[in-house]
T-cell receptor
């Protein structure tokens, strides 16, 4: 498998910043995706990284280091509606380019 | 609304029942997927269809039977399930598969409980 690891839970205060780390092991890395999933709802696409560096999209940013097998999702100016599960997924050539998902990180934003 | 619609949203069935899950995508995509999501576990890919042809069966037990009559519709037929099959079943679609495939768009899922 792709051994995708991310923390199970994180808690942060409204207005703060939270960083969700994701580590992975692949033999043919071909992209990393972050999804957001609110309870009882569909996972929705947040970001895609295939080259090293930071991709910024409003309050959310995603970083990738291929040499370290590491990514993070940065959520800034946290809002209550950001309380959700965040899923890291990796696409791998050696797995026929199928997506492999981590178990997800549940983020709770408190007032 | 992601453009992928699943019905029913909730389903309770006995181990001897036969039921079907339905998925429809309105995005013009050519690939559709079934995933299983159990609590605290990663999403598990079950089946992949590309242009209506099944390209992946991820060692799924035969009590799960997929059907893809066209690129917009996907079914998952269920029979003689076990309690451990209780989970959230997610349908997804994408434009293409493989290295050039776009991100997947997910439906809201069917919460299945087997009693």
């Amino acid at each position: 498998g792709q051994n995708i690891d991310q923390p199970t839970e994180m808690t942060a205060t409204e207005g703060a910043i939270v960083q969700i780390n994701c580590t992975y092991q692949t033999s043919g890395f071909n992209g990393l995706f972050w999804y957001q999933q609110h309870a009882g709802e569909a996972p929705t696409f947040l970001s895609y990284n295939v080259l090293d560096g930071l991709e910024e999209k409003g309050r959310f940013s995603s970083f990738l280091s291929r040499s370290k097998g590491y990514s993070y999702l940065l959520l800034k100016e946290l809002q209550m509606k950001d309380s959700a599960s965040y899923l890291c997924a990796v696409r791998d050539r050696s797995n026929d380019y199928k997506l492999s998902f981590g178990a997800g990180t549940t983020v709770t934003v408190r007032a | 609304e992601t453009g992928v619609t699943q019905t029913p949203r909730h389903l309770v069935m006995g181990m001897t029942n036969k039921k079907s899950l339905k998925c429809e995508q309105h995005l013009g995509h050519n690939a559709m997927y079934w995933y299983k999501q159990s609590a605290k576990k990663p999403l598990e890919l079950m089946f992949v269809y590309n242009f209506k042809e099944q390209t992946e069966n991820n060692s799924v037990p035969s009590r799960f039977s997929p059907e893809c009559p066209n690129s917009s519709h996907l079914f998952l037929h269920l029979h003689t399930l076990q309690p451990e099959d209780s989970a959230l079943y997610l349908c997804a679609s994408s434009q293409g598969t493989g290295k050039d495939g776009t991100e997947a768009f997910f439906g809201q899922g069917t919460r299945l409980t087997v009693v």
